[in-house]
Structures are given as C-alpha cells and as structure tokens.
C-alpha cells in the first residue's frame, strides 16, 4: 500500500488550522526550474513542477515534449541539482480540451483522454483537470453549463483512474493521484484585457459547483476519487493582463473564503497568482487557498535577469575586438517579432506600444522564445561572454542590487549562474513566505 500523498497532508494540515500551502511553478524553463531545486534544497522541502497542456501534450505541445519527456528532462535538472527525486511533485494544468476548443466534443474530449492517461501513466500526481471552455459544436449562446464542465471532467477523472489502475500494475509503490476541478478557470498565461474589476467568484456558485463535480463523479462512480479531489479552482480576485495586476482584496473575497468550512476536504487552488504581493499571497495562503499558481512572474523574473546581465556585457565588452557580444535582447526581439502567433492575442497598440509590450509586459510572452535556436545561441554566449570575467561590484549594484546586497554580505556568488537563478528566487521567495507558517 503506498503512502499517503503529500498534498493531501498538505490539506490536512490547512484544514486543522495552520496557514500552509504549496506554491506551484509551472515552467518549462531549466533556469527557473533548477532555481526551485536549488532553493527547495535549503529547506529540504517539496517542489510542485507543473505542465500546462500547450506547453506538454501527446503532440509534443509548444515544447516539443510529452509527457514522459517532461518528466525526464525535469529528473536530468534535478540530477545535476543533486535533488532527490522523491522531493519532487509532477502536475498536470489545464488538463482537457484546451488546445482543442476548436473542435467537435468528440474528437477534443478523445485527444483529452488520451492526454490525460500520458500524464497519468508517466508519474504525474496532481491532476488539474479543466473542462470549462466550449467546443466547437457547444451552444454559443450563454455560459457553457456547469453541468456539461462536471460531466467532461468526471469522464477525464475515469480515464486518469484507468490509467493509474495499470500504473499501479507496475509499480505497486505508486501514489494515488490527486485532482483539482472547477468550472471557474482563468485562462492559462493571464488576462487578454484589462478590465477594471475582476468578478470574485461567488459562495453560493462555489458551493453549486462542489456538489454538481461531485454528483457527476458518483454517475461515473468514481466516489474513490472524489476522495482525492483535494481543491477547486476559484477565481478570488486575482488577475494580472498586459499593464495591469489586479491586486488580492481580503473583504471581496470573504464570503467565498468562509463557505470552504463546509467542506474538510478541500482548499482552494489560485491560478493567476503572479506579480501578487508577498503579504496578499500570505492573506491568500491563510483564506484557504493553499495552492498558489506562478509561471509568468518566474520567465519575467529569468527575462529582467537576462537583460540586466546584457546590459553588463554590453558594457565590459563594448570596445573589446575579441569578444563576441550576444546581442541577446536583440535577438529575442527580432525572434518575438518575425514569429507573432505567441503574442499576437495578449498585446495591442501602436507599433512603439507593441514593441514595449514584447520586452516588458506583465503577461510575459518570451518564455514561449526561449528555446528557439537563435535566441538560445544568443543565451549561451552572453552566459559564456560573462563567464570570462569577474562581473564587477559597481555594475552588480547598477543593473542587479538585490543579488549585490547578497553578495557583499557573502550570501551569493558573483557567478553569472548564480546570479541569474538568485533573480528568479527573488520570485519564489515572496511564494516561500506565503506558504511557510511563521516564515518572515
């Protein structure tokens, strides 16, 4: 018999009263990723690494990977980390239809299905599963029913436990997965507008939706599973868009933070966490949403480290005839503008406004650029350029002065490497505080 899972200790836990949580990286970025091991290993802690179901699918997603591939290439950081593997939480986002919305239900929810079971056979225990988005044959008139949501994701939740059912065939040691479900989902990657008021999601709607999940879940007796639906996607306020971040109001989402009492088994996952204030995602953590999503802030935290060391390159290799320079945020932007499909749908404007947008928009877009072989040629110098050196303290405090406050304190290594991983910590750190009982 395998243990029980850590998150749902994790919910006992919240639920008995402490103010704990988890906070939940959801990247494909070795920098990012490798930061998160490297910081988890300080505090000998669980790292929650989640793929979202564009980024890794059976096709391969934007990535190129599936999900067994992500799961490898998630092991092969960690054994360069030297971070054990049993520390380590794989989850699956977004799970369902969402690469599919243009097709006909039953072709979208097949490709679903099949998608979900590659997660599921490849060792990831955290299944997000989301049915909220209409299909190409849904009424376009009104909402899509949340009864239709429930029935999609119970469907979902049959095949993830089939899968598990011949997982478990070889490896008796295997854990139980775990599901979060919902009818309230943001969008992957943040808001494509910027409304000015962002609906909290109501107590009455929440509670409708708990009982509808888990009355589809009995049609498909699935009442072992529903045992190991451990939190629901709410929408308590937070969003962030091009320009905007649509800070965590306690008082707006107190009625909704109350009705959870009613059930002891659940908390609330928050999606869209990114760019909140670390004391906002604290008030979070103690209201019951003990799973905080980031993926956005984490590549905008890489990408402001990354153009703050070509700014130093830029400057130490100005007049030198044998050094190469990256021109790395060149590069970038000449990658983000010839391909636009990634972006084209999050920025608007004038020209000016959009070539802004694509370097410092809050709804970070680079991620997707990153792995394109000139932008990553481009990568690799700057970090090599920069490796030739001793990166001065004058230039650390100019372009990165939390990682030379760190440094004179003998808390950070001058390296490039290091550096750039501490600036993506920064990040992780508001998130450490949050979830961490006591932590200041």
């Given at each position: 018999m395998s243990s029980k899972h850590p998150l749902k200790l994790?919910?006992?836990?919240?639920?008995?009263?402490?103010?704990?949580?988890?906070?939940?990286?959801?990247?494909?970025?070795?920098?990012?990723?490798?930061?998160?091991?490297?910081?988890?290993?300080?505090?000998?802690?669980?790292?929650?690494i989640e793929a979202t179901a564009n980024q890794v699918n059976q096709f391969g997603g934007y990535t190129g990977m599936r999900p067994a591939d992500f799961r490898d290439f998630v092991y092969s950081l960690a054994l360069k980390a030297g971070f054990p593997y049993d520390k380590i939480l794989l989850g699956g986002d977004h799970l369902g239809p969402l690469t599919w919305q243009a097709e006909i239900a039953e072709t979208a929810l097949e490709k679903s299905r099949e998608l979900i079971r590659q997660y599921v056979l490849a060792g990831f225990t955290k299944i997000h599963i989301d049915t909220s988005m209409k299909l190409a044959d849904d009424s376009p008139d009104g909402p899509l029913e949340t009864a239709i949501i429930a029935a999609r994701g119970a469907m979902l939740a049959r095949e993830a436990e089939l899968a598990f059912t011949q997982m478990r065939q070889m490896n008796p040691e295997a854990l139980s997965p775990v599901y979060v479900v919902g009818s309230e989902v943001p969008i992957p990657g943040g808001s494509r507008d910027s409304e000015e008021y962002i609906h909290v999601t109501e107590a009455a709607d929440f509670e409708r939706m708990v009982e509808?999940?888990?009355?589809?879940?009995?049609?498909?007796?699935?009442?072992?599973?529903?045992?190991?639906?451990?939190?629901?996607?709410?929408?308590?306020?937070?969003?962030?868009?091009?320009?905007?971040?649509?800070?965590?109001?306690r008082p707006a989402a107190g009625r909704l933070s109350r009705s959870l009492q009613k059930y002891p088994g659940l908390v609330f996952e928050g999606h869209s966490t990114d760019y909140q204030t670390a004391r906002a995602?604290?008030?979070?953590?103690?209201?019951?949403?003990?799973i905080l999503k980031v993926g956005?802030?984490?590549?905008?935290?890489?990408?402001?480290?990354?153009?703050?060391?070509?700014?130093?390159?830029?400057?130490?290799f100005r007049f030198s005839a044998e050094v190469e320079q990256s021109r790395f945020m060149?590069?970038?932007?000449?990658?983000m503008a010839y391909h636009p499909e990634n972006w084209l749908q999050h920025y608007r404007g004038r020209p000016g406004e959009i070539r802004y947008a694509r370097k410092f928009s809050f709804s970070d877009r680079c991620r997707y650029y990153l792995p394109a072989m000139e932008v990553k040629m481009a990568l690799d110098r700057?970090?090599?350029?920069?490796?030739?050196?001793?990166?001065?303290?004058?230039?650390?405090?100019?372009?990165?002065?939390?990682?030379?406050?760190?440094?004179?304190?003998?808390?950070?290594?001058?390296?490039?490497?290091?550096?750039?991983?501490?600036?993506?910590?920064?990040?992780?750190?508001?998130?450490l505080y949050a979830v961490k009982p006591g932590r200041s």
């Open positions: 994790l919910v006992e836990r919240q639920k008995n009263g402490q103010a704990c949580g988890i906070y939940s990286l959801c990247s494909a970025n070795e920098y990012v990723i490798t930061a998160a091991m490297e910081r988890a290993l300080a505090d000998k802690d669980y790292v929650l509808t999940f888990k009355h589809a879940f009995q049609q498909y007796r699935l009442e072992n599973a529903w045992e190991n639906v451990i939190a629901v996607v709410v929408q308590p306020g937070v969003e962030f868009g091009d320009e905007c971040i649509h800070a965590y109001e995602l604290k008030e979070m953590v103690e209201d019951g949403i003990a956005p802030a984490l590549t905008f935290a890489l990408r402001e480290g990354l153009f703050a060391l070509s700014h130093m390159e830029a400057e130490l060149e590069a970038l932007d000449s990658c700057l970090m090599k350029n920069l490796q030739l050196v001793d990166i001065p303290l004058t230039l650390l405090s100019q372009f990165m002065p939390v990682q030379y406050k760190k440094v004179r304190d003998g808390l950070l290594q001058p390296d490039v490497q290091s550096l750039l991983k501490d600036r993506i910590i920064n990040c992780i750190d508001d998130y």
